[in-house]
């Protein structure tokens, strides 16, 4: 059976403004790991990138017509 894990996200980085206001730095999609704690505090997540362990192929369907 696959199973799947949060492996990382893909961001876009902020960086402190004044008044505790965060201003965006320009930088889009930028890959961050979970374990990257100081830079995760800078971006906000866009998309979760998983891993995946044991995929397989789907079986091959055959369609009966007739």
């Known amino acids: 059976m696959a199973r799947s894990e949060p492996a990382a996200i893909l961001a876009d980085v902020f960086r402190p403004g004044p008044g505790r206001t965060a201003i965006h730095t320009e930088r889009h999609n930028v890959f961050v790991g979970l374990d ?31």
């Open 36 to 66: 990257e704690t100081a830079l995760l505090r800078r971006v906000l997540a866009t998309q979760l990138i998983v891993r995946l362990h044991d995929l397989q192929p789907a079986p091959r369907l055959v369609s009966r017509t007739g």
